[in-house]
């Protein structure tokens, strides 16, 4: 019976601790929700159905999205089949601007801002993916190099 009651008063509370914990965490993330919605013009609605993205692609529930996480992410939402369709460079240039405080990890309020920046509604009325693969479009580059040179050349500066 000794032993019974021991035990019972080391995790009597317990429960009641981890309850309180979660209700806290809950408290907190719909504060984070409602002051970024206010911040980016979106509804509480929209930012918690971004929460819940985030939720999913924090695979590891630290409350940040690594760089494999990621990576992964990019993949499932630019519908590439395979990994040549997303080269490094590219991934790692939309990883610089996802993680704007250069941390090492998107936090939610970084993802927030680069999810309705390309996922939003509105971002797939401007056709993201299609955005995303123009830059391989070789007559876009030709007219991006021949603007640059001809700027270059305007400005007096050599080429050569």
């Given at each position: 019976m000794d032993r019974f009651l021991?035990?019972?008063?080391?995790?009597?509370?317990?429960?009641?601790a981890q309850n309180k914990a979660?209700?806290?965490s809950n408290q907190l993330s719909n504060l984070l929700c409602d002051q970024l919605a206010a911040s980016f013009g979106k509804s509480r609605s929209d930012v918690h159905a971004i929460k819940a993205k985030f939720d999913k692609y924090d695979a590891?529930?630290?409350?940040s999205i690594d760089f494999l996480e990621f990576e992964i992410m990019m993949k499932e939402l630019l519908s590439v089949q395979d990994g040549k369709d997303l080269?490094?460079?590219r991934l790692t240039r939309?990883?610089?601007?996802?993680?704007?405080?250069?941390?090492?990890?998107?936090d939610?309020?970084?993802?927030?801002?680069?999810?309705?920046?390309?996922?939003?509604?509105?971002?797939k009325s401007t056709m993201?993916?299609?955005a995303f693969y123009?830059?391989?479009?070789?007559?876009?580059?030709?007219?991006?190099?021949?603007?640059?040179?001809?700027?270059?050349?305007?400005n007096g500066t050599d080429l050569a």
């Open positions: 021991n035990w019972y008063k080391a995790r009597m509370f317990s429960h009641v979660a209700s806290d590891d529930k630290s409350g080269p490094e460079k939309l990883w610089e601007e996802a993680d704007a405080d250069s941390s090492g990890a998107i939610f309020s970084e993802f927030v801002e680069f999810y309705i920046k390309y996922f939003s509604a509105e971002a993201v993916q299609e123009v830059s391989f479009n070789p007559e876009l580059q030709r007219r991006k190099s021949l603007q640059f040179m001809e700027a270059q050349q305007w």
